[in-house]
């Protein structure tokens, strides 16, 4: 049975019509790529229910590694590699619920941080490799895409810890800055989805070099990372 790699990305949020992330999950969907078919889902901009629906998708489907993918800052330039997970809800802007979290922990009682336990500078490379820039990242923020790349790995830890996960920030598309009055950088939809396979490639050469019964448990922040 083919190994499968869950891929997410969010819905529209902060009244823009489009997310850049929510299109490159569905030009993924069903996709084989390097041995690992993937499963694709768009997550709501909900606090709590983005990290639920994660989880549900993880027992559902229990895929060999997860990959989460959203909307970075408009100053981004290329592809965003997260390393550290914070246990923090400070939403610059309300979710689409119009809830606006301030200071709230994502998990109460849970460790501070986490660290990927996907092989962050890989997947950088593999990403460079395939002519998109692409750098690491240490902060994933403290909006939806930290909250669902905390709850993933927290919930891994305790669901299976042979789950390796990690995420992803894109930059704007062209489309999202073309009508402001001073444009900042953008980024082509298939420039973000050769990166998006890229990464996908890099995540299944780990897997390769793991075997079937390697377990991953998340590293909480503190120590020195990836």
Request: charged letters at 15%; a neutral charge.
């Given at each position: 049975m ?13 009244g ?17 790529i ?12 909900i606090?709590s229910?983005?990290?639920e ?9 229990r ?6 993918f ?7 330039t ?13 939403y610059?802007?309300?979710?689409n619920?119009?809830?606006q ?11 501070a ?9 890989a997947l ?16 994933a ?7 669902v790349?905390?709850a ?6 305790a669901?299976?810890p ?18 402001l009055?001073?444009?900042g ?8 989805l050769r990166?998006?396979?890229?990464a ?11 075997g079937?019964?390697?377990?991953l448990?998340p590293?909480?922040?503190?120590a020195?990372?990836?």
């Amino acid at each position: 049975m083919a190994r499968s790699i869950l891929v997410t990305g969010f819905e529209a949020f902060g009244g823009r019509s489009v997310n850049p992330s929510l299109l490159v999950a569905q030009a993924l969907a069903r996709q084989d790529i390097a041995g690992l078919t993937v499963v694709a889902a768009v997550l709501p901009v909900i606090r709590s229910a983005s990290g639920e629906r994660v989880i549900q998708l993880v027992s559902q489907h229990r895929p060999a590694a997860v990959l989460c993918f959203g909307q970075g800052s408009p100053e981004q330039t290329g592809l965003r590699i997260e390393r550290l997970a914070a246990n923090i809800r400070d939403y610059p802007i309300p979710d689409n619920s119009g809830h606006q979290a301030t200071g709230e922990p994502v998990v109460a009682g849970a460790p501070a941080a986490y660290f990927a336990t996907l092989p962050v500078v890989a997947l950088r490379d593999q990403v460079r490799a395939a002519g998109v820039p692409c750098r690491v990242s240490n902060s994933a923020g403290a909006f939806l895409c930290n909250e669902v790349f905390f709850a993933t790995l927290h919930a891994l830890a305790a669901i299976d810890p042979r789950i390796a996960a990690g995420f992803v920030h894109l930059p704007l598309l062209p489309e999202q800055v073309a009508m402001l009055d001073d444009p900042g950088p953008s980024m082509a939809l298939e420039t973000m989805l050769r990166g998006a396979r890229a990464a996908i490639e890099a995540t299944a050469v780990f897997l390769r070099t793991l075997g079937d019964h390697a377990v991953l448990a998340p590293r909480r922040g503190g120590a020195a990372g990836q």
